[in-house]
């Protein structure tokens, strides 16, 4: 699976961006994906994922300034950044989860993006 993100870029305070990705390859398998960031020297920490039925999880600190969706027939997420804050400037990596399940293992794969910068100016 590849995963094919844009978006990112630069924007004022209170602005918005919107981010997309685009997976391909092996897509069938794929259950979760998702958003992370990681800001520098920091651990990349999970912002919001949506599952292929729709479920959707977010970080306290985006809630209702976030909004994550998904196309499956697309196999594509994106997340809907608005009200964008200093504090949410960093790398964001886009994140698949792909699912195999055999009579007597189940096998987990992620999948990551190159990233893409977002930064928020004051």
């Known amino acids: 699976v590849q995963l094919v993100e844009s978006g990112g870029g630069l924007v004022q305070t209170g602005g918005s961006l919107r981010l997309s990705c685009a997976a391909s390859?092996?897509?069938?398998?794929?259950?979760?994906m998702g958003w992370y960031r990681q800001f520098p020297g920091k651990e990349r920490e999970l912002v919001a994922d949506?599952?292929?039925?729709?479920?959707?999880n977010y970080i306290d600190s985006v809630k209702g300034r976030f909004s994550i969706s998904r196309d499956n027939a697309k196999n594509t997420v994106s997340l809907q950044m608005n009200n964008l804050k200093a504090e949410d400037t960093a790398v964001y990596y886009c994140y698949a989860r792909s699912t195999v399940v055999n009579i007597e293992t189940t096998v987990e794969i992620d999948y990551w993006g190159q990233g893409t910068q977002v930064t928020v100016s004051s």
């Open positions: 390859g092996r897509t069938s398998d794929i259950d979760l």
């Open positions: 949506i599952t292929n039925g729709g479920i959707t």
